[in-house]
């Protein structure tokens, strides 16, 4: 069976898109659903974790290879403002639950699907070490609720890659898990050191996603090494994006990315990626 760390080696895959942006259409009591903390739409996971996994099949239908855990700013750091920060852990490996409940709910008729766990740098103002066990708390969460792997979202450059990778890979091993931890960069952004690189299991070079015009795309992953697509403001986005992915591809499915070309990489499939999937009726409802 394909992993997550084998997909992401050769293939341009397709995310999920925006989750904040379609959450907030819902008919949300801020004092019920978010504990009367406005901005903490992650609470949703722990109060209205069907909307949650509602939306997440949405874009498992639309054609995503990668479910997001809705966890940008579910960090322990983030949280204590509001007196949340031992809700930290339960809050992220509920969102992992959700998400991976998610991609076995929708059939995937041979496909393989993943589920990728973020935790991204708010940059707090607080020592290394707090910012070593918060990020430990969330991927710590993170695996133990069954995600494939975890994207760390730090600017390179920045110094502060090698302590989300330490408070990752110390959670990863205090639980026994073989889970990949990825760095995660934007196209053309500073490269991290080779020392960095060797430590991670991988670098995720992310492109956020839109409708599927102009030649973006075709740029993105031709020229800009683009490893990860997401899927845009909506379900009709990721499927539009779908279609083009499998556009650029020599075989239909997804395309090879830049780096695994500069290798000599041939187009393999173990199993079948979701843009190999005839539509599925569902789609339509999002058109």
């Known amino acids: 069976m394909r992993t997550l760390h084998e997909a992401l080696a050769q293939r341009v895959l397709l995310t999920d898109g925006a989750a904040t942006r379609q959450l907030r259409k819902r008919p949300i009591d801020v004092e019920r659903d978010l504990w009367g903390h406005p901005e903490r739409l992650e609470l949703l996971c722990l109060t209205r974790a069907g909307w949650v996994r509602s939306l997440h099949e949405a874009y498992l ?11 940008l700013e579910a960090s322990p750091l983030s949280l204590e403002a509001e007196g949340l920060a031992d809700q930290a852990f339960f809050l992220n490996f509920t969102a992992a639950q959700i998400a991976c409940e998610a991609v076995d709910s929708v059939p995937g008729r041979g496909r393989r699907r993943f589920v990728l766990g973020l935790v991204r740098d708010q940059g707090w103002d607080a020592p290394p070490s707090e910012i070593e066990r918060a990020v430990a708390t969330q991927v710590e969460g993170l695996i133990a609720g069954g995600v494939d792997g975890v994207a760390l979202d ?3 450059g920045t110094g502060r890659a090698p302590i989300f990778l330490r408070g990752a ?16 960069s934007g196209p053309g952004a500073t490269s991290y050191s080779r020392h960095l690189m060797e430590q991670a299991d991988g670098v995720v070079v992310y492109r956020a996603g839109g409708r599927a015009r102009g030649d973006w795309l075709a740029r993105a992953v031709e020229r800009e090494g683009v490893t990860l697509v997401g899927g845009g ?15 650029l591809a020599d075989d239909g499915l997804r395309p090879v990315h830049a780096a695994a070309r500069a290798a000599g990489a041939v187009a393999e499939e173990v199993a079948v990626p979701s843009s190999a999937l005839r539509v599925d009726p569902l789609v339509t ?3």
């Open 61 to 71: 239908r639309a054609g995503a290879d990668i479910i997001r855990t809705h966890t």
């Open 154 to 156: 730090v600017t390179p």
């Open 169 to 184: 890979r110390k959670a990863r091993r205090g639980l026994g898990a073989a889970a990949p931890i990825f760095l995660q």
């Open 233 to 247: 403001d909506t379900p009709a986005d990721t499927a539009s994006l779908d279609r083009g992915l499998r556009l």
């Open 285 to 287: 409802e999002l058109h």
